[in-house]
């Protein structure tokens, strides 16, 4: 359905490497490790696309490269067309908006003094250009979007809150900036088991409320399964399979993608984020 359209954001042929610490000396160049090999993925307004694969696969590096945050060492990164090291000016700040980030550990960076409602206020106001007022009543709207009453939250400190509704502030202050799309790095591997599905679930809601789409990188596919439309498996800074969800969960044509399929205990797609409430208590 979201083909026809022409893509947010693209990786084209991306490479980065790194060099090996300690394996230069005066005499010998450093040695490289490939990262990230020659990876090709295309993201679509409204797309699910998940990233998966084991630890050190290259998919956070993969991530920063297309929010413009690591550059890449070979290949480019296309924002609505455009190479993003062409991007200047109000065109970068367009795509900086629009392409938004999530992290495993969103707590660890929002300002320890600062109340949330203050940290996802500074979007509304730099980004935005919103004065006091309207950005404190947009505060309020996001906080309840992420199920936050706003009375109850608005003036606590990070360490006021759970893992859970923190995570619920990353992703309103990402929201704050009305993205097409948020990169979503492991966006609930530090959370436990019950909260997870309650962050999967308002992910999924604002998904279709918002038309957002989301790189949804994890290493555990029995977290994306429910919420991908297409999945890209990477192996060594390699993509060694891509396809639908559909496709690569029920019929894996390669034999890492059947091994990582095994070892992750996959709960029936359909029931378990229907099933739960949506609320602030995570
Ligand atoms: N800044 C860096 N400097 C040197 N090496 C790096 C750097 N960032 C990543 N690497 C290396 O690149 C490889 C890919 O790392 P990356 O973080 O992209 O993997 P990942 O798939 O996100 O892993 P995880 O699931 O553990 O988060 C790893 O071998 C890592 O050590
Ligand atoms: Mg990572």
């Known amino acids: 359905m979201t083909q026809a359209m022409s893509p947010l954001l693209e990786a084209c042929a991306v490479s980065r490497q790194f060099p090996i610490r300690g394996s230069g000396s005066l005499l010998r160049r450093p040695a490289y490790q490939l990262a990230v090999d020659q990876v090709s993925v295309a993201l679509y307004p409204g797309e699910v696309v998940a990233v998966v694969g084991e630890s050190g696969s290259g998919k956070t590096t993969l991530g920063r490269m297309l929010l413009g945050l690591t550059a890449p060492s070979a290949g480019s990164i296309k924002y609505r067309g455009t190479d993003i090291s062409r991007l200047h000016g109000d065109d970068w700040r367009r795509f900086r908006r629009d392409v938004q980030v999530v992290f495993q550990d969103t707590g660890g960076s929002l300002n320890p003094r600062h109340p949330i409602g203050d940290s996802i206020a500074l979007p509304l106001r730099f980004n935005l250009a919103m ?4 950005a404190a009543t947009e505060v309020d709207r996001l906080l ?5 009453a ?5 003036h606590r400190l990070p360490h006021e809150l759970s893992g859970g ?3 619920r502030v990353g992703i309103a202050r990402a929201l704050a900036s009305r993205p097409a799309l948020i990169v979503a790095d492991e966006p609930v591997s530090a959370l436990d088991v019950s909260v997870r599905a309650q962050i999967l679930r308002l992910m999924a809601d604002l998904r279709q409320e918002q038309q957002l789409a989301y790189l949804f990188i994890s290493h ?3 977290v994306v399964r429910a919420l991908a439309d297409r999945v890209v498996v990477m192996y060594q800074g390699c993509v060694v399979e891509a396809g639908s969800a559909d496709a690569v969960f029920n019929h894996p044509a ?3 993608t059947q091994r990582l399929l095994a070892a992750t205990p996959v709960p029936d797609p359909s029931q378990p984020l229907q099933a739960l ?3 602030g208590r995570t």
């Not at 004065?131 to 309207?134: L, P, T, V």
């Not at 309840?144 to 936050?148: E, F, K, M, N, T």
């Not at 706003?150 to 608005?154: A, E, G, L, S, V």
């Open 150 to 154: 706003p009375n109850d939250f608005r």
């Open 131 to 134: 004065n006091a007022r309207a």
């Open 220 to 222: 555990d596919l029995g």
């Open 165 to 167: 509704q923190r995570q």
């Open 277 to 279: 409430p949506m609320d």
């Open 144 to 148: 309840a979007q992420v199920g936050l």
């Open 254 to 256: 390669h034999e890492y």
